[in-house]
């Protein structure tokens, strides 16, 4: 399903967010089941369809990560596709995870310091590269929108194709960091990370 | 998320956590991540290099409780079969040992992918050995 379509709006990176609220008011308040109480089931049924399809468009393009992966889904390109990881990366996440780990056993306050300021030094490098990945999908993802492209997946050229690649590389890339960051700040709040996907 | 009873089982008392000496020749290291969730697995394999059986298995997964119990639920299954065996494991033989709902088969496919890149680990280790420590 297109969510941009159930919205009416174009179909690029960024959106005004102001306006998809203001049109998910507008949509809902028109298929809303309350409104089609006294209506014949059939109706009523269709209202709860509309409307559950209104929400989950909603909560998709609301998010910039959600909503580009929807986007590169429309043409074909899935995040979990993305197999190759740049080297380096995974090792740098393990390695961080064990030093979690380490922080984690250590029962005496000086070990446990001392793991501590190496994750901090580790996060740090990690959060520099996050901010680069984010600003390179930014600006690629920017360049895509200003310009045309066809919304059927096999027209799209070579040129636009390694450009949507690039773009579910650098998503999938920042789910690692992502990941490894909600288990540092479990580890800094000295609670178990669970992750939930 | 509902998980089945197999899977909070691996998640709770996960089996075969640890780590194997990664320069052992005989050590084959697999270290894959989720491209989606961001989740990492390395699992590793201590295998006989005269008969190719797998003799131990560790893994340390950082994620979610489906990634976890999936890698302790492969290193269970692995040990003792021999390295085409263990190559030829699909992933799903996992997904229905564990129960996995849709949302989760991905991670009993990085389970295939950690099991899959530690024995070419091996192998390429194998073919590099100098021909006088073979023994």
Not at chain 1, 40 to 48: C, F, I, N, P, V
Not at chain 1, 116 to 144: H, Y
């Amino acid at each position: 399903m297109d969510h941009y379509l159930t919205f009416g709006i174009d179909r690029t990176f960024g959106i005004d967010r102001e306006r998809l609220e203001k049109r998910f008011y507008q949509l809902q308040s028109s298929s809303h089941p309350d409104r089609h109480v006294r209506a014949e089931s059939e109706r009523r049924e269709q209202a709860l369809a509309e409307s559950s399809d209104i929400n989950e468009a909603y909560r998709t393009l609301r998010e910039p990560i959600p909503r580009a992966k929807h986007l590169l889904e429309l043409y074909g390109f899935s995040v979990a596709d993305q197999k190759s990881v740049p080297p380096g990366l995974l090792m740098t996440v393990m390695e961080a995870q064990e030093k979690i780990a380490e922080f984690e056993a250590a029962t005496d306050r000086e070990t446990k310091q001392e793991a501590m300021s190496e994750l901090v030094a580790i996060t740090e490098g990690l959060e520099t590269q996050r901010k680069a990945i984010d600003e390179e999908r930014d600006r690629l993802a920017r360049t895509w929108d200003i310009a045309m492209h066809p919304t059927d997946p096999a027209q799209l050229s070579d040129r636009e194709k390694e450009e949507l690649g690039r773009i579910a590389q650098l998503i999938s890339e920042r789910a690692y960091l992502e990941t490894l960051r909600i288990s540092v700040t479990a580890a800094r709040q000295g609670k178990p990370a669970f992750i939930q996907h | 998320m509902a998980y089945s009873e197999k899977v909070i089982d691996h998640y709770q008392h996960p089996r075969n956590v640890g780590t194997l000496d990664p320069k052992d020749a005989n050590v084959g290291t697999g270290l894959v991540g989720a491209p989606e969730c961001g989740d990492v697995m390395r699992l590793q394999l201590k295998i006989n290099p005269e008969t190719g059986v797998i003799e131990d298995a560790k893994f340390k997964t950082f994620g979610c409780g489906s990634a976890i119990a999936s890698s302790s639920f492969a290193t269970e299954m692995i040990k003792g079969k021999t390295v085409d065996e263990a190559y030829a494991i699909k992933n799903t033989t996992i997904v229905q040992e564990l129960n996995l709902p849709p949302v989760k088969i991905h991670c009993s496919v990085l389970a295939e992918d950690a099991i899959k890149a530690a024995i070419e680990d091996f192998k390429k280790k194998q073919a590099t050995v100098p021909v006088e420590s073979m023994a």
